[in-house]
């Protein structure tokens, strides 16, 4: 039962077309640089495990970088690792509470999960803030309220 209910999070999190990594939403990866940077690149390419073991490292380097928690979590998603995810967009949240990213994809995770409520108080903070990102997370948690 439990597999199958891991089997169903999983498939729910990678059909999740909003939670795709917008590279556009950041400055080009320097190709020679470091862990964060490499990890990006990692991403571009689709390769999750590479990608979460270079933002684990780059987080492990500066513990306040909310961007490479936000990321780390990313990744782990799409390993199909949400509750290792959700843990990293909390870190990331603790250390910035208004970065929309995270709270998009901590949003995303919550709805795949078919937490609602959390998901929704991402979507309330993130219409806070005003951020464009709220549509995204709204569709998610739409659809995934339809998956029901």
């Given at each position: ?49 590479e990608a ?18 936000t ?21 990331a ?17 919550h709805a795949?999960m078919?937490?609602?409520e ?31």
């Amino acid at each position: 039962m439990k597999s199958a209910a891991l089997a169903l999070v999983v498939s729910l999190l990678l059909a999740l077309p909003a939670q795709a990594y917008d590279p556009a939403r950041h400055p080009a990866p320097n190709v020679q640089g470091g862990a964060y940077d490499q990890g990006r690149l990692k991403l571009q390419g689709g390769e999750w495990e590479e990608a979460s073991a270079l933002f684990r490292q780059a987080a492990g380097e500066d513990r306040t970088d909310h961007r490479a928690w936000t990321l780390l979590g990313y990744s782990l998603s799409r390993l199909g690792r949400p509750r290792e995810a959700l843990s990293a967009y909390d870190e990331a949240l603790r250390l910035n509470p208004a970065y929309a990213e995270a709270l998009e994809y901590r949003g995303i995770a919550h709805a795949a999960m078919g937490n609602l409520e959390l998901a929704r108080r991402d979507l309330a903070r993130l219409l806070q803030l005003g951020s464009p990102l709220a549509e995204d997370l709204g569709k998610a948690i739409a659809a995934s309220g339809r998956r029901d």
